[in-house]
C-alpha cells in the first residue's frame, strides 16, 4: 500500500509540482490550499507525512504545525515546512513548532525525495 502525504500550500503551482514528484515516487498524494481545509484532512485521512508551507492566509504554517502537534490524532504525523522564506527565525519557529524538517522554496524534486525518505525511515525504526 503506497504511503499517504497531504500536502498543504495556497499556491497552486506549488501544489502541482510537489503532488507529481511525490506521485511518480509511488505516494498517494492528498491537497489542501486552505489551512483549516488542511488542518480537517490531517485529521480525517491520518497521512504518513504532511508538507505544509509557511505562509498562508489565515492560519500560517506554524500555527497549523501547533494544532497538529497538540492533537492526538495527528501529533505523531512529520511535518515538513515548506517556504521561499529563509530567515533564521523563520526556520527555528519552524522547528520550534514541531517540524521534522524545512525545505525552502525554489527546491530541487530531489530533495523532497530525500527528505520523505529520511524521516519516513526515521518514522519505521522507532
Do not use: H, W
Not at 509540482?17 to 480537517?40: C, K, N, P, W, Y
Not at 522564506?85 to 524534486?109: C, I, M, N, Q, S
Request: with cysteine; aromatic share 4%; proline share 6%.
Amino acid at each position: 500500500m503506497a504511503q499517504k502525504i497531504l500536502v498543504i500550500d495556497d499556491d497552486p503551482s506549488v501544489v502541482e509540482i510537489i503532488q507529481l514528484t511525490l506521485e511518480s515516487e509511488g505516494f498517494q498524494v492528498s491537497t489542501a490550499t486552505d489551512s483549516l481545509e488542511g488542518v480537517g484532512m490531517a485529521r480525517r485521512e491520518k497521512p504518513d507525512l504532511i508538507f505544509l508551507d509557511l505562509s498562508m492566509p489565515g492560519l500560517n504554517g506554524v500555527e497549523v504545525c501547533a494544532q497538529l502537534k497538540s492533537d492526538p490524532r495527528t501529533k505523531a504525523i512529520p511535518i515538513v515546512m515548506i517556504s521561499a522564506r529563509t530567515f533564521k527565525e523563520d526556520v527555528r519557529r519552524g522547528l520550534e513548532a514541531g517540524v521534522e524538517a524545512y525545505v525552502t522554496k525554489p527546491f530541487d524534486p530531489l530533495t523532497l525525495r530525500d527528505v520523505i525518505q529520511n524521516i519516513l525511515k526515521r518514522k519505521i525504526s522507532q
